[in-house]
Nanobody, 126 residues
């Protein structure tokens, strides 16, 4: 099993920045691909960004590509999401996800990831 724990969420004014972190514990060999998703109230969980194990390959949703960056430290079993120029519509619970299968830019559904964290709340006010 893999346990994913997110941190770094909070309350931020529009235009501000936040950096989310996710640490993977347990069977980290099952964290080949890792990703961030988010879920706003009343909406479905949506893909934000994903990374290959070495972070050489990344895939970021078009909606946030200009403002969010995903990175990964395999040695520390950590995944990061740096968010800039935050907007109220970025308000959501952000989830870390992992899966033993290889990186694939087509893997943007929740079904493509086996393990999930509990989420961290990001609230952006104007």
């Amino acid at each position: 099993q893999v346990q994913l724990v997110e941190s770094g969420g909070g309350l931020v004014q529009g235009g501000g920045s936040l950096k989310l972190s996710c640490v993977a514990n347990g069977r980290t060999s099952s964290t080949n691909r890792m990703a961030w998703f988010r879920q706003a109230p009343g909406k479905e969980r949506e893909f934000v960004a994903a990374s290959s194990p070495d972070a050489i390959l990344t895939h970021v949703a078009d909606s946030v590509k200009a403002r969010f960056t995903i990175s990964r430290d395999r040695g520390k079993n950590r995944l990061y999401l740096q968010m800039y120029s935050l907007r109220p519509e970025d308000t959501a619970v952000y989830y870390c996800a992992a899966d033993p299968r290889g990186f694939n830019t087509a893997a943007i559904s929740t079904r493509d990831f086996e393990f999930w964290g509990q989420g961290t709340q990001v609230t952006v006010f104007s």
